[in-house]
């Protein structure tokens, strides 16, 4: 079974701009080198005294590139997966974990099936 993952190569770049009030200067090209990348600004206001700002900001702008990576599971290895997948999302959702009486995986056709069953009765 064939999957293409989403993987960080590890290649950055920073790129920076200044603000003052509503205009801003790109300090370098705007445009990433990258095909595919994440970006994360990180903006830092020039301060006169602890509570008083300027109106100007320096923002630090960094890419970091993202590329398809095809991998190949075996039928086994992308069950499992997705059941654990499933098991912490649905435990992320649950409010009363403490009331799942019983877990239980069962296997059909060679997919296997993740049922809990809880107690409903109010106490």
């Known amino acids: 079974m064939n999957q293409r993952v989403l993987t960080e190569t590890g290649n950055t770049e920073t790129k920076r701009s200044l603000a003052i009030n509503n205009f801003r ?15 994360m600004n990180e903006t830092r206001r020039i301060a006169l005294f602890s509570n008083f700002y300027l109106p100007i900001e320096f923002t630090r702008i960094t890419n970091r590139e993202q590329t398809y990576k ?3 599971l075996t ?6 997966g997705a059941v654990e997948r499933i098991l912490e999302e649905l435990l992320r959702n649950i409010e009363n974990e403490e009331r799942i009486m019983n877990k239980q995986i069962n296997t059909y056709h060679g997919l296997r099936i993740y049922r809990s069953r809880s107690d409903n009765r109010s106490d």
């Open 70 to 72: 095809s991998i190949t």
């Open 75 to 80: 039928e086994q290895q992308a069950i499992d």
């Open 25 to 39: 200067v790109n300090l370098n090209k705007p445009l990433s080198k990258f095909e595919k990348y994440d970006t």
